[in-house]
T-cell receptor, first 115, second 112 residues
Framework: KAGVTQTPRYLIKTRGQQVTLSCSPI?????VSWYQQTPGQGLQFLFE???????NKGNFPGRFSGRQFSNSRSEMNVSTLELGDSALYLC??????????????FGEGSRLTVL | DQQVKQNSPSLSVQEGRISILNCDYT??????FLWYKKYPAEGPTFLIS?????DKNEDGRFTVFLNKSAKHLSLHIVPSQPGDSAVYFC???????????FGKGTSLLVTP
């Protein structure tokens, strides 16, 4: 079956703009998580959604937001972009409602560059 | 505050030898630990995991050891193969299980 699909794969924005990233989970997966990967910090948890409800949020400012739709697709939005937001944004989906089952499938990521 | 630490950014090992990747954690509430492997331009893929009720879990060439008293885990790859060259992330999960806390990764290079 198709894997986790993230769009766009690459994008360039300027400071102050906003960006929306999209994630389509594996069919049947109801949990979607978002992670930010930067060289200095590794992978950091942004938020997790299950059945359209945000169940957990990482330590990121309110400029980072997300949502999940009834078909489990998810979007994340970053407003008022800063240079430090340049990163690879990874989406992961799971059939389980717990990330620690190990069955967390990642997409290839959306690489955001903020100029 | 980094709760999962991988203090070695890189490791180089000869093909056929053992690769040992280390990971330390600070949060005693973590009860499940996982290793993910990441190739360039791909998302991380799950490799192996271990629950805090165990001290060893083996899957083929991959073995994870957990030392709870030292808050330390390690991933052993025996024998190492060139295709194992990738970035390896250690991750830990607590009671909620909704989020994984990742280390910064160790880049493994296996040379022929």
């Amino acid at each position: 079956k198709a894997g986790v699909t993230q769009t766009p794969r690459y994008l360039i924005k300027t400071r102050g703009q906003q960006v929306t990233l999209s994630c389509s989970p594996i069919s049947g997966h109801r949990s979607v998580s978002w992670y930010q990967q930067t060289p200095g910090q590794g992978l950091q948890f942004l938020f997790e959604y299950f059945s359209e409800t945000q169940r957990n949020k990482g330590n990121f400012p309110g400029r980072f937001s997300g949502r999940q739709f009834s078909n489990s697709r998810s979007e994340m939005n970053v407003s008022t972009l800063e240079l430090g937001d340049s990163a690879l944004y990874l989406c992961a989906s799971s059939w389980s409602n717990r990330a620690n089952t190990g069955e967390l499938f990642f997409g290839e990521g959306s690489r955001l560059t903020v100029l | 505050d980094q709760q999962v630490k991988q203090n070695s950014p890189s490791l180089s090992v000869q093909e056929g030898r053992i690769s040992i990747l280390n990971c330390d954690y600070t949060n005693s509430m973590f009860d499940y630990f996982l290793w993910y492997k990441k190739y360039p331009a791909e998302g991380p893929t799950f490799l192996i995991s271990i629950s805090s009720i165990k001290d060893k879990n083996e899957d083929g060439r991959f073995t994870v050891f957990l030392n709870k008293s030292a808050k330390h885990l390690s991933l052993h790859i025996v024998p190492s193969q060139p295709g194992d060259s990738a970035v390896y992330f250690c991750a830990a999960s607590g009671n909620s299980g909704y989020a994984l806390n990742f280390g910064k990764g160790t880049s493994l290079l296996v040379t022929p």
